[in-house]
């Protein structure tokens, strides 16, 4: 059973934390992406990656990096966390080209007090 | 400017009934993804979509690339279909995403 783990479920940090989000995968996957979510935005893409040590900028990339050391990893991190980004954080991915394989984290619920 | 948009926003069914959400996109695409969203967050494709029909279950996804156009079909639902349902459009690179449509099948 295929999986992408995202280390947590449910997060609350303060403002100015430096905050880090984990996406494991099992699937030997090439490409990773991290989105949030939104009421009335729907996904929004953050960043995402091709390849290890490999990364771009999705839509909406201020107040956020990302690390790919290795090819089943994939972090984002909110380098001085605001209360602005309160969201839904998804992480996913999919073999190159996409396909059946784009598959969804859980989904990690972050609360910036 | 939405490259994707989905239809209805909102949707309340009673079980057993027949239901259509649709899609339209403004790219051109090389798939289309419908997603299904349960509201513990967690996120499941349904079907990825190039051209003609696909069928699982109950769940029909329909596509006509000339029109730009989508439609996810449940058939006899089921308060369990009950979620947020995404449609999602490739164009090369690039992700588009549909605000969703949310589902409640009342028993």
């Known amino acids: 059973d295929v999986k992408v783990t995202q280390s947590s479920r449910y997060l609350v940090k303060r403002t100015g934390e430096k905050v880090f989000l984990e996406c494991v995968q099992d699937?030997?996957?090439?490409?990773m992406f991290w989105y949030r979510q939104d009421p009335g935005l729907g996904l929004r893409l953050i960043y995402f990656?091709?390849?290890?040590?490999?990364?771009e900028k999705g839509d909406i990339p201020e107040g956020y990096s990302v690390s790919r050391e290795k090819k089943e990893r994939f972090s984002l991190i909110l380098e001085s966390a605001s209360t602005n980004q309160t969201s839904m954080y998804l992480c996913?991915?999919?073999?190159?080209?996409?396909?059946?394989?784009?598959?969804f984290g859980s989904g990690t619920r972050l609360t910036v007090v | 400017k939405n490259e994707v948009e989905q239809s209805p926003q909102n949707l309340t069914a009673q079980e057993g009934e027949f239901i259509t959400i649709n899609c339209s996109y403004s790219?051109?695409?090389?798939?289309l993804h419908w997603l299904q969203q349960h509201p513990g967050g967690g996120i499941v494709s349904l079907f990825m979509?190039?051209?003609g029909k696909k069928k699982h279950g109950r769940l029909i996804a329909t596509i006509n690339i000339q029109e730009k156009h989508s439609s996810l079909h449940i058939t006899a639902s089921h308060p369990r279909d009950s979620a947020v349902y995404i449609c999602?459009?490739?164009?090369?690179?690039?992700?588009?995403f549909g605000t969703g449509t949310s589902l409640t099948v009342i028993p």
């Open positions: 996913a991915s999919s073999p190159p080209g996409g396909g059946y394989g784009y598959t």
């Open positions: 699937m030997d996957h090439e490409n």
């Open positions: 990656s091709y390849d290890v040590k490999m990364k």
């Open positions: 790219v051109g695409i090389s798939a």
């Open positions: 979509l190039s051209s």
């Open positions: 999602a459009v490739r164009a090369g690179n690039q992700f588009y």
